[in-house]
């Protein structure tokens, strides 16, 4: 029962830190001139990936190594095909930048990257700090580019609320993604655990929904709101987030074994989704995410869901 109660709380805390982050970035962007695609992609997934970080460093020194990788891959699937997909069939996502390509560019590389790392079944800590360092370089070419593409701009729109007070927004929803996160997982993965589940299937599933749902929070509120550039720049950012910083931080501290299941399966899938994220985008410069998209990345994800468990 006790479980239940987590996870129903988890749900209801992250909804509203999601709404709180959303508007709380838009703000800040607005604040300092930044594109709120650039906010989405910087200050938005760092905050939603948050509890990926939590939750694989827990796992990690736990010696559950499997929670840890199958947390970060298996939100990543989440993300785009869960996520956006929801978002999408109930309102659909338009693409506004049409070099959008280039994050999504970005996105690739840390996927390929982490399954060539893992290729010995070691992330190393070696491998780990050149995550963090590629994370660095993408975060100061994002902000230097997204200044210098809105400079020439004659009108900026005025933000709602001060800096003091979208500051303490942020950080009120941080820490209730902080706990919202840690409660539904927690919740989750005792009643998971209670059924015989796997730590791989539980880590891939249960676990990396319950940190994705940040994200959906987040991307839908901004959808509600007609930021579309945030829901799509969340969920790209936050999958880069979660290789480059959550396994590379995780990989620095401690190096992370990755199963023969993991790098033969579920990285597979995880490079599909976001090669099919692309495809889905196109045009670029006036690109939709539709329902039919939606529904078409929703059914993916329940046949992944539905093949982990029978598998």
């Not at 399954?115 to 370089?137: H, K």
């Not at 998971?192 to 959906?216: C, K, Y």
């Not at 969920?235 to 033969?264: C, D, H, Q, R």
């Amino acid at each position: 029962m006790i479980s239940f109660l987590m996870l129903i709380a988890g749900f209801i805390l992250l909804f509203f830190s999601g709404d709180w982050l959303v508007k709380a970035s838009v703000n800040l962007a607005r604040h300092f001139k930044v594109s709120t695609l650039v906010i989405g992609i910087t200050v938005v997934a760092f905050g939603t990936s948050a509890p990926e970080l939590l939750v694989s460093l827990k796992a990690v020194f736990s010696d559950s190594s499997d929670i840890s990788v199958g947390n970060v891959v298996g939100s990543n699937i989440a993300n785009i095909a869960l996520v956006l997909g929801l978002v999408a069939i109930i309102f659909p996502v338009k693409v506004k930048r049409n070099n959008i390509w280039i994050d999504w560019l970005v996105m690739m590389t840390a996927s390929v990257g982490v399954v060539i790392a893992s290729l010995n079944n070691v992330i190393s800590f070696v491998e780990g700090f050149i995550f963090l360092v590629l994370l660095a370089l993408y975060l100061i070419w994002s902000v230097w580019k997204s200044r210098k593409d809105i400079k020439g701009q004659e009108k900026i729109l005025e933000p709602e609320m001060s800096k003091l007070m979208a500051g303490g927004y942020f950080v009120l929803a941080t820490v209730g993604l902080y706990f919202g996160a840690d409660w539904l997982v927690k919740g989750a993965k005792e009643i998971a655990i209670s059924f015989g589940i796997s730590e791989r299937v539980v880590g891939l599933s249960v676990v990396a929904l319950g940190t994705s749902v940040p994200e959906l929070a987040t991307s839908l509120m901004a959808a509600i709101k007609k930021e579309s550039d945030i829901s799509i720049g969340n969920i790209i950012g936050s999958n880069v987030f979660n290789i480059w910083a959550v396994l590379g931080t995780t990989s620095v501290i401690k190096p992370l074994g990755v199963s023969e299941a993991i790098l033969n399966v579920d990285y597979k899938w995880m490079i599909g989704v976001a090669v099919l994220l692309f495809i889905l985008l196109l045009p670029l410069s006036k690109g939709v995410i539709n329902r039919w998209k939606g529904l078409l990345l929703f059914s993916i994800y329940a046949v992944y869901i539905y093949i982990l468990f029978v598998g």
